[in-house]
């Protein structure tokens, strides 16, 4: 079986290395002219730690990850709003919660793509899919068509031609929102420990992860009714803006932070989708359940379908429908919900009403952080061997 993967994201380089792994013969297409690392970092929640394992990589994510312990939150004054204690997590999912940047991610990824000897084709634009009765061929903008049996679309939220192709509509949902991120990296030591710290405002958020005690990334958002055109160079004074009256570590994080590091993301996400495949095209990651940055999930998920997708294609080699069938019964229902959730924890966290925040903050105090982590756990071990 000869399997074309679309596209070189965390989605499509892990579903290659999983696919690869089990046997298959797999090549990758990607339209820029090399990997892409937009964004500062990811948690790999356990769910996503136990995949790097079962793909080898865990022992190269260790070398550089910082193992995040707590979930502290506080109010924009810099109230204490409760904590949620990672470890409870770790221990009932049995692997860690790992704090990378992406670029690390992506360099592991690559490294065992080359050293696993897949093919990964750069500067390859899918412009169309072609039809021939059930079997499609992805056509190029530098017009090579390439065929083969299956087709997995990993290209992404944001335009992904595969989405288009089994959903008929590929148009995200803008969720009103902005989200700044950035790499932070001084010579002094500027965190305590490594807990993530969650800053909740009234329609504005700031979050900080660690990796080490002189090294994090950041994200600060605020809504933002309207997308407007972004000018990279005034980044940093946008945020110190938005954040002025918060926190002073906020302030010198920013500060701090180098001014080409800064992105600035108008925040989109998907509907679920019920159907993920149409004759030999499969979908996975971003492109088929794009969730909110506020789930923390995206690229867990992407490697969960990673794992999930080569192990359906092994078990009904014979039966493709069969085994699009049973990957995405597995996946569905486990993505709707975190795409959901995700979209709950933002209306929260970025609302814009006062009293509801109020309460909001009055809720979070009280809640116990040990159910909150069960929860967690819970809905993130759901179907993971
Ligand atoms: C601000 C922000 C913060 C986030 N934080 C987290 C986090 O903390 N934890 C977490 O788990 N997730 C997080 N996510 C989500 C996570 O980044 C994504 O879910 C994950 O990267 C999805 O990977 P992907 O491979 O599906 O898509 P992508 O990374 O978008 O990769 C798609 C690839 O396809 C290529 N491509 C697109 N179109 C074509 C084409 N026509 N032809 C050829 N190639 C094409 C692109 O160039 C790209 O390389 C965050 C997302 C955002 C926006």
């Not at 795409?339 to 966290?349: D, E, H, Q, T």
């Not at 809905?379 to 061997?385: G, I, K, P, Q, T």
Request: aromatic share 8%.
């Amino acid at each position: 079986m000869n399997i074309l993967i679309i596209g070189a994201g965390i989605a499509g380089l892990s579903a290659a290395i999983s696919l690869k792994l089990q046997g298959f013969n797999v090549e990758i297409v990607e339209r820029s002219s090399s990997l892409t690392d937009i964004g500062a970092g990811i948690v790999s929640w356990p769910n996503a730690s136990n995949i790097l394992d079962k793909l080898g990589l865990l022992e190269e994510v260790l070398n550089v990850a910082g193992k995040v312990t707590s979930m502290k939150r506080f109010s924009s004054e810099g109230e204490a709003l409760g904590t949620i204690d990672i470890t409870t997590i770790n221990e009932m999912m049995s692997y860690p919660s790992l704090s990378i940047l992406r670029y690390d991610l992506m360099r592991i990824l690559n490294n065992k793509i080359n050293e696993i000897k897949i093919p990964i084709h750069f500067d390859h634009n899918l412009l169309s899919f072609v039809s021939n009765n059930n079997l499609v061929s992805a056509k190029f903008s530098n017009k090579k068509i390439i065929k083969a049996d299956v087709i997995i679309g990993a290209d992404g939220r944001m335009n992904s031609l595969s989405r288009e192709y089994v959903k008929g509509d590929n148009t995200p949902k803008y969720q009103g929102f902005i989200n700044w991120v950035g790499i932070i990296k001084s010579k002094n030591d500027i965190f305590s420990d490594l807990s993530v710290c969650d800053y909740w405002g009234i329609g504005k958020r700031f979050g900080i992860v660690p990796l080490s005690k002189n090294h994090g990334y950041w994200a600060g958002g605020i809504t933002a009714k309207n997308i407007e055109r972004k000018n990279p160079s005034l980044y940093k004074n946008e945020l110190l803006h938005a954040f002025k009256d918060w926190p002073s570590n906020i302030q010198d994080i920013i500060q701090n932070t180098k001014d080409s590091i800064i992105n600035k993301i108008y925040v989109h996400d998907h509907d679920p989708l019920s159907i993920w495949h149409k004759n030999n095209v499969i979908l996975i990651g971003d492109c088929a359940h794009a969730a909110l940055p506020t789930s923390g999930q995206g690229a867990c998920q992407a490697l969960e379908d990673a794992w999930h997708l080569a192990n359906c294609l092994k078990e009904n080699q014979n039966n493709l429908s069969q085994a699009f069938e049973s990957f995405t019964k597995i996946r569905i229902k486990k993505t709707s919900n975190i795409i959901m959730g995700g979209r709950a924890l933002a209306f929260s966290i970025f609302n814009e009403d006062k009293e509801f925040c109020l309460k909001r903050n009055i809720g979070a105090q009280n809640m116990k952080g040990h159910k909150q982590a069960s929860a967690m756990a819970n809905l993130w071990l759901e179907n993971l061997a």
